[in-house]
């Protein structure tokens, strides 16, 4: 599977949003400065997740995107189909080196046709199961240990302790 920056960038943005839903509409600039994306890139995703029902905006001062959906009702997978992005690892969609070298072999598909198809099918199948409150969990679960650490660090030995 070939996951391009556009996939990865719209995951990423989508998380940023989730986490801040509470706080009220989420600009654009916001998550552009936070993951260093560019607004300009995240404009175009998020005019494709608009149109796909996963995100909407909202106009006027203090506007901003929100989730259109519950985090726990939107997939990675929908995200990743949302931007366009091609999950093929056949490297053919059924068409191209792979047909015509198996056409010239009098064959419909090249002979790994089938495994890449079927790896498609599972990769599809996982990304379709991790929801974006899961991911959002997991952030936040990996702050709180980061947070926790930085608070409250361990002495290096045991006779450090008071």
């Given at each position: 599977?070939?996951?391009?920056?556009?996939?990865?960038?719209?995951?990423?943005?989508?998380?940023?949003?989730?986490?801040?839903?509470?706080?009220?509409?989420?600009?654009?600039?916001?998550?552009?400065?936070?993951?260093?994306?560019?607004?300009?890139?995240?404009?175009?995703?998020?005019?494709?997740?608009?149109?796909?029902q996963l995100v909407a905006s909202v106009r006027g001062p203090g506007g901003g995107y929100r989730l259109a959906r519950k985090a726990a009702d939107i997939t990675v997978a929908d995200i990743i189909f949302a931007?366009?992005?091609?999950?093929?690892?056949?490297?053919?969609?059924?068409?191209?080196?792979?047909?015509?070298?198996?056409?010239?072999?009098?064959?419909?598909?090249?002979?790994?046709?089938?495994?890449?198809?079927?790896?498609?099918?599972?990769?599809?199948?996982?990304?379709?199961?991790?929801?974006?409150?899961?991911?959002?969990?997991?952030?936040?679960?990996?702050?709180?240990?980061?947070?926790?650490?930085?608070?409250?660090?361990?002495?290096?030995?045991?006779?450090?302790?008071?």
């Amino acid at each position: 599977m070939k996951l391009t920056t556009k996939g990865r960038f719209a995951v990423t943005a989508m998380i940023d949003l989730a986490m801040r839903q509470g706080s009220g509409p989420v600009t654009l600039s916001g998550i552009s400065a936070r993951q260093e994306i560019s607004l300009s890139y995240l404009e175009q995703l998020f005019g494709k997740l608009r149109r796909h029902q996963l995100v909407a905006s909202v106009r006027g001062p203090g506007g901003g995107y929100r989730l259109a959906r519950k985090a726990a009702d939107i997939t990675v997978a929908d995200i990743i189909f949302a931007v366009n992005e091609p999950m093929d690892t056949t490297m053919c969609g059924g068409i191209g080196n792979c047909r015509h070298k198996a056409e010239a072999d009098g064959e419909k598909h090249c002979m790994t046709h089938e495994l890449w198809a079927s790896l498609n099918e599972k990769i599809v199948d996982y990304l379709d199961s991790v929801t974006l409150q899961d991911l959002v969990d997991q952030q936040r679960e990996k702050n709180s240990e980061q947070t926790l650490k930085v608070v409250h660090p361990l002495p290096a030995f045991a006779s450090d302790l008071p």
